[in-house]
């Protein structure tokens, strides 16, 4: 072409990409009854394109009635900016809602810019040459000579098809991995599709969860109102997955179906598919007994009867989200939906139970399957990272006040049992969960018996006052040397022999008489089983507090003394959270904290000194013909007698 041509074509270009924005989008009723319907992307898809593979043909969304919602929000008339489709794999999403928008995106449709981008070059290449290439031909699609968007003509290329860049008239669509983001900085684009974000992500650990979308919108923004950004991926990992925490702000919206037995709407869950095995080592389904049970009225729906519920006029997508961001539009599915001819349920349930005893082969299920994100071990943040908890005072002194005058108005003290030591730790406590670690130490010495001169060294020190606050009350691990830590703890008023378990099913503390023992008024000592779970739990959600920009520290937030050492927060950052998988159902049920090798003494105790305030308060409001435990009325009893002293 010569360059008079280029520059008429660019001309028209710049005409085709000026004019529409005053009428794209929700222009009034009044005046688009007067215009002729706009095209929309499935009228495009469903004239243009072509696909091969199973079903070779036209491409029509009654094959995949549940991409017909979130296709249709794609239309220039819509208000909806962003689309974010976290689903199973092999569903057909990436056609329903990046293939055939590219096409729209066309002179078949609404000439416009887009970029696509996925996790590597490699996987780029293969999507432009395995699916948009053909798609393009099959449409007969017409590309002009490159030309970029700035003006300027490329001469050195003679064409507007290559494999990462494609022009025609009034459009012009890149195709990029997430490396490459550095290049589409100065570039603008009405559509930007990014596709199987989540292994961008894992690819592309440096970038933050954010970033992604923070640079699709920057380079959205000069089509402010008429832009669109489609998210589409199966989700990774629970902690990391870009499309669940995207998902999670959209209005997320459900597919409903009505059973085709009682006509009853329903969103179908994995947990309602019914099987039983054909052999007795029960690793083999029995794939004629497999069917999905009706919510309502334990109908049996085969998977030969999509073909008469899993319609377009069936499906019904539902928000469940009222508080999401405005704009954007989140659907999830599973492979239940998939269509005849694509994954049967009968094979669902055999690759759940192929999958259900390795975690990594449950993760792929439930992503690749249920097209829900896995939640893995949880691993703590960095003991390195908890020395900005670090304030300026030293172990065993009184912290000066900080900004908000808060002061620890009493202490308790966790002791954890080892055959050789005893490790304690004194803490500080103010009203709103505030924490001081005061001292934390270790007494070295033969702990199997009560006389040993550990015990007498340990109870020296209480008894001597050598500690900055005495400890209202002091919990000791009675697991290990049950018997001789309850004969500690015998004639004491504030000593508990304590036991930790795992859960106490929604109790954190339990108290317990023991027979045997007395205290110092001769009643018998109480003992308490700790929740040791929930204390765990909450103290890594309460080591991830910071004090703000003003430097107020939030409600639970830790304070250590500037003399801790690293091996301190190490200990206390000893252990990790790991999923308990329900084998039935493949979902979380709960979970467990597991040791990483390291010594976890400082975890322990302040567990037990955490505890310990929780069963001061208890006996303190029971004293006072308390039902339950007010802390209230606790701190504020605890404020008037430090007044008074
Ligand atoms: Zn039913």
Redesign the pocket.
């Known amino acids: 072409m010569h360059l008079k041509e280029t520059l008429k074509a660019l001309a028209k270009t710049k005409e085709a990409l000026r004019a529409p924005s005053s009428d794209w989008l929700l222009s009034g009723f009044a005046k688009t009854t007067k215009e002729k319907p706009q095209k929309t992307i499935i009228d495009v898809a469903e004239k243009h394109r072509i696909v091969t593979g199973a079903f070779p043909g036209l491409y029509s969304y009654s094959r995949t009635p549940y991409m017909h919602e979130p296709a249709s929000l794609l239309s220039p008339r819509s208000s909806y900016r962003q689309i974010t489709v976290m689903a199973a794999a092999q569903s057909g999403k990436t056609a329903g809602v990046i293939e055939n928008f590219l096409l729209f995106c066309t002179e078949l449709g609404l000439p416009s810019n887009a970029l696509y981008m996925t996790a590597t070059e490699n996987l780029a290449k293969e999507f432009v040459q395995e699916r948009v290439d053909p798609m393009y031909n099959n449409a007969d699609i017409y590309f002009t000579s490159d030309q970029s968007l700035s003006g300027s003509v490329d001469v050195t290329k003679k064409t507007g098809n290559t494999t990462f860049k494609k022009t025609g008239k009034g459009w012009t669509h890149v195709f990029k991995s997430f490396g490459n983001i550095r290049e589409v900085r100065s570039i603008d684009y009405r559509v930007i599709l990014l596709d199987e974000v989540d292994e961008m992500h894992q690819k592309q650990s440096q970038h933050n969860q954010g970033s992604i979308i923070k640079i699709a919108e920057a380079r959205t923004r000069s089509y402010a109102g008429r832009e669109k950004i489609v998210l589409c991926s199966t989700p990774l990992l629970a902690k990391s997955s870009i499309i669940y925490e995207q998902f999670q702000k959209s209005d997320q919206r459900h597919c409903y179906i009505p059973?085709p037995?009682?006509?009853?709407y329903q969103h179908l869950e994995f947990k309602n598919l019914k099987w039983v095995f054909s052999d007795k080592d029960r690793t083999k389904v029995d794939r004629s007994s497999v069917y999905y049970e009706?919510e309502?009225?334990?109908?049996k729906?085969k998977n030969a009867d999509k073909a008469t519920f899993l319609t377009l006029e069936n499906v019904k997508w539902k928000p469940h989200n009222k508080t999401g961001q405005d704009g954007h539009a989140g659907f999830h599915f599973s492979a239940l939906y998939c269509p005849p001819g694509m994954t049967p349920w009968e094979q669902i349930a055999q690759d759940f139970i192929d999958s259900k005893n390795s975690v990594d082969d449950l993760q792929a299920f439930t992503n690749l399957t249920l097209g829900m994100p896995f939640h893995d071990t949880q691993a703590p943040q960095s003991a390195e990272s908890l020395n900005s908890l670090k304030e300026p005072y030293k172990s065993n002194t009184i912290p000066r006040p900080d900004i908000q005058e808060k002061l620890p108005l009493l202490a308790t003290m966790g002791v954890d049992v080892q055959g050789d030591r005893i490790e304690y730790e004194l803490v500080g406590h103010a009203p709103g969960y505030h924490t001081w670690s005061l001292a934390y130490g270790v007494i070295k010495g033969d702990t199997s018996s009560y006389s040993n001169s550990v015990w007498v060294i340990f109870k020296d020190m209480l008894k001597m006052k050598k500690l900055i606050i005495q400890p209202k009350m002091v919990f000791i691990d009675s697991s290990y040397q049950t018997q001789e830590i309850r004969a500690v703890c015998s004639g004491t008023k504030s000593l508990r022999p304590i036991m930790g378990v795992n859960t106490l099913h929604g109790d954190k503390i339990r108290r317990r008489y023991l027979k045997g023992f007395v205290s110092y008024d001769g009643t018998p000592i109480v003992s308490y089983d700790v929740d040791t779970t929930s204390y765990k739990r909450t103290i890594y959600k309460n080591l991830l507090l910071r004090r703000d920009e003003n430097g107020i520290a939030p409600a639970g937030f830790c304070r250590f003394p500037i003399d801790y050492n690293i091996q301190y927060f190490r200990g206390l950052q000893s252990e990790v959270q790991e999923p308990q998988i329900d084998k039935r159902t493949g979902k979380i049920k709960g979970y467990l904290f597991v040791q990483r090798g390291r010594r976890n003494e400082p975890l322990d105790c302040r567990v037990y000194a955490l505890a310990a305030l929780d069963a001061i308060a208890l006996e303190h409001c029971e004293y006072n013909d308390m039902k339950t435990t007010d802390f209230n009325f606790f701190w504020e009893n605890v404020r008037k007698k430090s007044m008074e002293t």
Do not use: P
């Not at 037995?261 to 009853?264: A, L, P």
């Open positions: 059973c037995y009682c006509n009853h009706c309502k009225n334990k109908c729906i």
